[in-house]
């Protein structure tokens, strides 16, 4: 009984509809948390993944060495890597053409990851819209100068194998008979049975 | 020449008071958009002019650049005229409403039936429009709109006549001067038989007679895209939106005249009279629209039987039994 007394109380004096009236009106004075977006901008994370870029060492050359495993691993397929030889350094490899569709990309940070020499990083970018479509097909050049831009401080390039006198690299060059020319290190001249070979001499040894 | 000093004067006025009237209408808008947003926690119009104040200027020469369209299928002349009809007796009920001790531009002795009359002309507007532009939307909101008209000018009208009873007259600005000295002589709340009830009633009817939320059923934007004006685009888009928002600013007008003491100050020692009248008017009829925007922000639209259940079960007999009950008050405490 009593509770049906409250309920023709509340029907009468339309209490629920007070009630939301005032929860509005708290609103009223309360703090907008609206954000002015081209005059104020956001602050993004530290991890936040905008677009993706390339990255160079302390000394300006480029750590990408083209293996492709962020085409492999990219869901959408966004990268197309062209991989080639180093001219004056054989069996080292590089990307003579990275090719980044932002049109196609959803910002996974799967290439980032797969990457093994860590050549690449997103970066906090997110303001990329242009009305030609063919603006957002990012060529190697413009992944390179987006990475100077938001990580300009970079580590030294580290000890490479190749740099030091008799190492794995140095040995399989010379075991494979490659020609070496124009790297700063100099073949063990005491060790006759891994010397240079020339190129027609290994094709004089595969034939039979 | 007598003739023609006083036709004059009566053009100046009319002139006066239509033009403050548009100003104030389409600020409304924005004020509005204000009032919604901040009670969304966001921050309305931003970007022209200083806090968006120049909003309404932007839209109106938007709206006015617009291409004007009128659907291949639809009724040329009604078409045309919807907009005008709907627009016109919002504007010219301003007449009789007085905004200060000095007066409407016509007093005359009908004044209430005069504002009655032309709220039902403008429900024709909504109709003819929404017929004439063969479109089943404009159809379905045109006639939700006769509907809803029908059923709450009968509790509005109603809830009325216990004022009029206490005032016994129908000129607008008798009443108002009837209400002077203090609060507790304004007829929401003036001994011996305070009008609180027809109050909420006339605010409630009124917000269903502009068809403003929750009682938004004609254009109800989430199943009948935009209702009756889904076909009007341009100036006749804007002529129906001025309509809405001059007809708010009648209800607000009235409900200002009729319950909350017109322009008289809340207590005597407070400056009254003149322009001094003119605030304390705009302050109360602003106040009355700020309940249109805060409900707007608050309540969710009604279902059509809802509507109908609330008209006819709630709202008319409270108002009768409001009319009886004032008039047994008025005859004892004579």
Redesign the interface.
């Known amino acids: 009984m009593a509770q049906r007394i409250s309920r023709l109380f509340r029907t009468i004096f339309l209490v629920e509809i007070l009630r939301g009236l005032g929860l509005t009106l708290r609103h009223l004075f309360a703090r907008p948390v609206t954000l002015q977006y081209p005059h104020q901008k956001p602050e993004v994370s530290r991890r936040y993944r905008g677009v993706m870029s390339l990255l160079r060492y302390q000394d300006g050359t480029e750590k990408c060495v083209g293996c492709g495993l962020c085409e492999a691993v990219c869901p959408s397929n966004v990268i197309k890597v062209v991989s080639a030889e180093q001219e004056d350094t054989p069996m080292k490899r590089y990307a003579r053409e990275y090719w980044f569709d932002l049109s196609r990309c959803v910002f996974c940070g799967f290439c980032v990851e797969a990457c093994p020499v860590d050549a690449l990083a997103m970066t906090p970018n997110y303001e990329y819209s242009t009305v030609n479509k063919r603006e957002l097909m990012l060529s190697k050049e413009t992944l390179l100068g987006l990475g100077d831009r938001y990580f300009p401080k970079q580590p030294p390039k580290p000890a490479f194998v190749g740099s030091c006198e008799s190492d794995l690299y140095l040995l399989t060059v010379q075991r494979k008979g490659y020609p070496l020319k124009g790297t700063e290190h100099q073949t063990p001249p005491s060790e006759p049975a891994i010397s240079v070979k020339p190129g027609p001499s290994a094709s004089e040894q595969s034939a039979p | 020449m007598d003739l023609l000093v006083s036709v004059t004067i009566t053009t100046v006025l009319i002139g006066i008071v239509m033009g403050a009237v548009m100003v104030h209408v389409a600020w409304l808008t924005y004020l509005e958009r204000k ?1 919604l ?7 309305g119009p ?1 970007e022209v002019g200083f806090h968006g104040l120049l909003q309404p200027i932007a839209d109106g020469l938007k709206l006015f650049f617009k291409e004007d369209i009128i659907p291949s299928g639809a009724n040329k002349i009604i078409f045309t005229a919807a907009p005008i009809l709907s627009l016109v007796p919002a504007l010219i009920a301003f007449a009789v409403i007085p905004f200060t001790d000095w007066g409407p531009i016509a007093d005359i002795n009908i004044a209430v039936l005069y504002i009655l009359a032309l709220s039902s002309i403008g429900a024709y507007g909504i109709l003819l429009g929404g017929w004439a532009s063969n479109s089943k939307y404009s159809l379905l909101g045109g006639l939700r709109s006769a509907a809803q008209v029908i059923s709450y000018e009968l509790s509005l009208g109603m809830s009325l006549v216990g004022v009029l009873l206490l005032a016994g007259s129908l000129s607008l600005s008798k009443i108002a001067e009837a209400q002077a000295g203090g609060f507790w002589h304004w007829y929401a709340i003036a001994l011996p038989a305070p009008q609180i009830v027809a109050f909420v009633i006339y605010l409630i009817s009124a917000i269903a007679e502009t068809n403003r939320l929750p009682f938004d059923l004609p254009e109800a934007e989430s199943e009948l895209v935009a209702g009756f004006f889904t076909e009007y685009s341009g100036m006749r888009f804007a002529f129906f939106f001025m309509a809405e928002y001059a007809n708010m600013v009648l209800v607000s007008c009235v409900g200002t005249v009729l319950f909350l003491g017109a322009w008289h100050p809340p207590f005597d020692f407070l400056p009254s009279g003149g322009v001094w009248g003119v605030g304390w008017f705009l302050l109360k009829v602003y106040g009355l629209l700020f309940i249109f925007f ?2 707007r ?3 969710p639209r009604l279902r059509y039987d809802q509507l109908m259940r609330l008209g006819w079960k709630t709202l008319v007999p409270l108002a009768l039994a409001n009319i009886v009950a004032t008039s047994v008050i008025a005859y004892l405490a004579r």
Do not use: F, K, N, S
């Open positions: 009032v947003g901040h009670m969304q926690d966001r921050l931003m805060w409900l922000a608050t309540l």
